[in-house]
């Protein structure tokens, strides 16, 4: 792209305006084929001598009294997967903390509640209280406002209410090992845990805000042994939660769109398995569809961006907008003829899921169901697709999806209108003891039935 000085009063975005080069079709070709060539086989970090594991240096940090590392134990029945280089990753798969994400939340309740719903099935002890806040990412890269120092504070804080959160139930320190969900926060807390590793200077700086605040272990920053989002938990657990399938999805085509917070950020921590996608794609999301039978389809702009892109979703949103339809959408429908695409990052469902009708105005309808792998799983499982996987907050028709499945939709639904007349009148379910949500300060009410954990 080209520069080009604009008009006083036009808008420019974030920035000065751009506009195109004017590449030919072969230019245009060659500009873009290294995301084949190259990332396809993973060549851009596989070819490169080998990148440091930033574990090392953070067992070296706590024999020499600088941090206390939250160990994943033997009660958080760890699962071992291989990352890019083939290292070693612990997945504690039970008792485990939520950290929730404040778009998932607000934006796709469905996500959330069918990663509890799933675990609530398999048996899986975890807690899910209000003591936590949103990661500030989302500010860090959408305005440039906040600093590495306020974004690793933050992690901190969070993750050591994760360590004393089982205080309250009598149990002890460490009981409960983090679950991050957001694919924004997991990017995130993977950089700030490596800045702090490498930074005296940020130690001290986040050491002393936590003192303050009284998130210190013994006068010492608390760092978590490894950092895990929801999706590699599923990956681990795909075995387990395909003995529970109910609903068969062999006649599904699906594709998955690879978040960039997750895969993209810290590359070298990211799960790869040589039984998905021969090695050459993150193995978690579509290992998880193939373990469900599901037919997972590749395309040609997987590696792309689904266009959130923070700055772009607030001050280029038509950017946005025609980078979702015609670079992941549009192409998983007329390339991959996908009857639904799977991912597992809060801002790339909204993404994908909530700008395809702005094609419509200019005559590209193209209509795909996006969801997150969590939630396709639990519809699998038996999962009410209004009730629990809240399919009605999408924007993006899943009604055909349904019926492929065998699911009818418009019982689902009259099921679904019923129920909202239960909770109109108070009788509304819970997936989780609410007395167990606060866990610190004056409104704890401890339930003594529930004192050894669980998901009840």
């Not at 974030?14 to 080069?21: I, S």
């Not at 500009?31 to 240096?57: Q, Y």
Request: a negative charge; one cysteine or more.
């Amino acid at each position: 792209m080209e520069n080009t000085k604009q008009p006083t009063g036009a808008f420019t975005g974030f920035g000065p305006e751009w506009r195109a080069t004017s590449l030919t079709p072969t230019e245009a070709r060659t500009a873009t084929a290294w995301v084949e060539t190259k990332i396809d086989r993973r060549s851009m970090l596989t070819g490169k001598e080998r990148v440091e594991d930033v574990r090392e240096a953070m067992w070296e940090l706590e024999r020499d009294g600088e941090i206390v590392v939250h160990r994943i134990r033997d009660e958080h029945e760890p699962v071992i997967a291989r990352t890019l280089y083939g290292w070693e990753k612990r997945i504690p798969t039970n008792n485990l903390w939520h950290h929730k994400s404040c778009g998932q939340c607000g934006n796709i309740p469905g996500y959330p509640s069918s990663v509890m719903w799933l675990m609530n099935e398999l048996g899986i002890r975890y807690l899910d209280e209000t003591d936590q806040t949103s990661c500030t990412a989302w500010n860090y890269h959408g305005s440039g406002i906040g600093n590495v120092v306020s974004l690793a504070a933050v992690f901190l804080r969070n993750f050591h209410q994760a360590y004393v959160s089982a205080k309250a139930q009598g149990l002890p320190e460490g009981t409960y090992f983090p679950l991050i969900h957001c694919g924004t926060s997991f990017g995130n807390y993977k950089e700030m845990r490596h800045y702090l590793v490498h930074s005296a200077e940020l130690r001290e700086q986040v050491r002393k805000i936590l003192a303050k605040l009284g998130r210190l272990v013994d006068g010492k920053l608390l760092i978590p042994e490894e950092l895990v989002h929801y999706s590699e938990w599923l990956h681990v657990m795909r075995g387990r939660i395909a003995e529970r399938q109910k609903i068969d999805c062999s006649q599904i085509r699906a594709t998955v769109h690879p978040a960039c917070h997750v895969y993209k950020m810290v590359p070298e921590d990211v799960i790869y398995d040589e039984t998905v996608m021969d090695g050459n794609r993150v193995a978690v999301s579509t290992g998880l569809l193939q373990s469900l039978g599901a037919q997972v389809i590749d395309y040609s702009t997987w590696y792309d961006c689904c266009g959130f892109g923070f700055r772009h979703i607030i001050g280029e949103r038509e950017f946005t907008r025609s980078f979702a339809i015609d670079r992941k959408i549009r192409v998983a429908v007329d390339e991959a003829k996908a009857d639904v695409m799977i991912g597992h990052d809060t801002g790339c469902i909204t993404t994908l899921d909530k700008n395809q009708w702005i094609g419509r105005a200019v005559d590209k309808v193209y209509e795909l169901p996006v969801m997150a792998d969590c939630q396709f799983a639990a519809l699998l499982l038996g999962a009410h697709p209004y009730k629990l996987a809240q399919l009605h907050w999408h924007a993006s028709p899943f009604e055909k999806l349904l019926e492929k499945l065998g699911i009818d939709w418009e019982k689902a639904k009259a099921e679904f209108e019923s129920y909202l007349k239960e909770v109109a009148a108070g009788r509304g379910e819970n997936l989780y003891d609410p007395r167990r949500a606060i866990t610190s300060g004056p409104g704890y009410v401890p339930p003594a039935a529930l004192t050894q954990g669980g998901a009840e």
